[in-house]
């Protein structure tokens, strides 16, 4: 492709001939009655007039297209929450969800961009679809599985027994290679559809040079998840948020034996619930985690934002209350990722405007009007105060009782149990 | 560059690994659980149960009673399944139990059930209907589950059964932090300003802990025995300090009154124990001085209490009834003090009490004699006692039958969360006997029909790859094996000559499909009386 340089060069005259021939889709342009072909400096030849038939095709396409693009980025998403939602019911690797919730309000606080909250969805996509089709290719294996192990108990030596076995070794291997070979040839669902990867990657084996290719792609991947990045900011966030809670609710438990103190954890509660949902998204917003300690820098942003910071706010706290619901009953452990997912599903947006509300702060360095600055703090103080109340009553009926005052999901790992 | 050769080798490996792990099953069916034998080694083991089986002879020796032989090993485990975890063996457990040498399979059962979280769970459950019934109880009070969930935890851990008693009377705080409160907050009634009550625990606390009906003296003397009104109200002024509150159940200030029938008077009433005043501690609130006074080693009756209700667990009927009256007129017999005496002095184990009681002669003996067993072969034991299993055993052994693998904690989270919901439905169906558990009752019509028509028992038996009777059709040699095999499954036997004749004939008729005759004598097998029966 010539460079810009060059285009300018020519502006006023034909391109030199070897550029003209370097370029394969410049086409020679009759001029009109000359009979002559005229290649225009600097510019592709037109398209060829193209018949209806082929304009609807193309429109069709492209529409197919655009829906399957919309399709992988909303599987993309869906994929990336329950990710999110496994993860936060592991311990230790619930450290990552939060990561990534902090993270996603932290992009849009320092772009503006909402959209730029929905971190690697379509990388989500097409690891969630490798998951889904995995599973769904292991499950006659699985039912294989199920017949030959009831095969060994019911007749340990039959001769059908033993073709069972053999036929559920040969079932894995080629499952195995099968899912292996449509990840090498990229993940794709025609991948997972074909029949025929083992061929394939037989063949690209046998060319050479595949075994440094594949695990360089593997390593790419995995990289590209950043993980420890992502731990490493959720611990922090955990942290900061754990340090500015944990004395309020700490006086909130001890309300029970002495009344003045849970009077003061409440108010100190409150206060905390101001700032910290914004605290902990500068902490993101910075990679810093002094950020999540510096009052006065989040006072003078609420400033220039007051009322994103209001809605930011209330949606947090309104989002975190449903939940407390499902801290009632705990379920079995493998089935725990199904309450996390109603949790993500909750906590995400409200991570997302605060973020939003962050990124609003960027586009004004000086406070707004007093009446915006006023009327932003009115729904606070009501909201804090009813939040603290509920909370302080949850305890009578969360699972773990006054546990359940330092499992605050919505500054913490967005999960109803730790340790789950 | 090595650490992406190791990332990338080890996803690969790994990946291959767990498939194979856990998708291939074991050529031979090797127990994956082990027992420790020291524990059946240990001197005064051997000697408790040494002195236990003596007991038992020498009663039978005086009463001129010769006892039946031993039973079956599988019959044995099948009581031990029953009692301890609510359903039967499965043919995977039964396959890996016959695998062992015989003199190690019956410790092995016990431990493997031991180590089981099922058994955590089911003995739980027992418990608790022990100590707060099946009611659901006072809402946002009591938190049933909860609780049966510590007590579960508490079992697992094997922790002394006097520390988990102790709690249950003497907590503090709120029911969903501290479940053990929720022993108080059950008797909590809104007539009375949601506050417990004092004599409702006083007679739970009696029944279920030291084995005496001393709520019988409620409104008057005892009729049959020594308790006076007196020692009952003594008894709930314990608990009458104990309020409910924002802190969740204390201790506080309060008398507790007792109100005079026929005058209506009240007068409060001072706590006292109705026997043994020198085991009272004098410090402490009054809920923990009688907690401590019911878990006294030197208490008899706790240890006593809590002997005859494993009896009765493992059993399926206790030594002395009923189970929560020892003081009934059935005769005490000798194994009861020799067995709570060790019970008490090792701790209040309860696991060992269950070691030793399944290791005793008495209870490896048949249910059925060569004779008819009479009233005094049944009181003194020389034979096993037939009983009829509870709802949730017959649930328990209809869904486990239905399967040749074993469905526990390791099953899958659906299968689990399916037999949960078929146990829930089909004990509502055939009543739940609440915490008259141990009461012989007879069978019913409905339960007859539900065993027969049932929509559990038609999706567990029919043609289905999911169930035992198809994959005992694919996968058995021949009709011999095939039959055997049902038998296993179902009755955890094998079957007699003449059983095996008449139904080996009966999959040779070729009018059905095998796995279709199968279900028939699947069918056939689960609708016997020995199904239904504890034997």
Redesign the interface.
Known sequence: MPSSSQMQRWSDGAPPAEIVEAIPFVEPVPEVGAGKPVTRPGSIAPRPKVGPARRLLRFIGGLVRVVGSMLEWLFGALALMVAVAVLAALPVLQFLSLGYLLEAGGRIARTGRLRDGFIGVRLAARLGGIVAMSWLL?LP???V????????????D????RA??WS??VL?AFT?LHI?AACARGGRLRSFLWPFNIVWLLRRVWRGGYYTE???A??DV?TALRLPYYFWLGCRGFAAAFLWLAIPVSLLALG??AAPLGFLGALLLAWVLLYLPFLQMRLARDNRFAAAFELRAARREYGRAPWAFSIAFLITLLTALPLYLLKI??V?T??AWLPSLVFVAFIFPARLLTGWALGRVQRRQSPRHWFFRWTGRLPYLPAAALYVLIVYFT??????????LYEQHAFLVPVPFFGM | MWWRNLFFLGLVGGGVTALAVNLMPSRAPTPVTHYEPSAYQDVEFRQTVARVDASFRGMWADQKIKPVSAAAPLAQARRLALGLLGTIPSLEEIRQLEWLPSEGRLPWWIDHILQDRRFADYLAERLARACVGTEDGPFLFFRRRRMVSWLAEQVAQNRPYDQIVHNLIAAQGLWTDQPATNFVSVTSKPGNKNQPDPVRLAGRVTRAFLGIRLDCAECHNHPFADWKQADFHGLAAFFGQTHIGFTGVYDGDGEFQATARKTNEKRVVEPRVPFRPELLPAEGSRRERLARWVTDARNPNFARATVNRVWALVCGKSLVEPVDNLESDSPVLPALPLLADDFASHGFDLRRLIRIIASTEVFRLDSAADREPSETDEKTWAVFPMTRLRPEQVVGGVIQASSATTIDMDAHIIDRLIRWANTSDFVKRYGDSGEDEFDGRGGTIPQRLLLMNGTLIRDRLKDSPFNATTRIAMFAANDARAVETAYLTVLTRRPTFEEADYFEKSLASSRLGRAQRLEDIFWALVNTTEFSWNH
């Open positions: 292991l294996v699985r039912f599985a199920g017949m030959a192990r009831a095969a060994q108990i019911i007749e340990p039959g001769e059908v027994t069972w076995r559920l070794t894995i195995a292996g594949a695990r360089d593997v390593w995995a029970r034996a009953e705990v079995p493998e089935a305890q009578y009926t969360s699972w773990n009782g006054v546990w359940s």
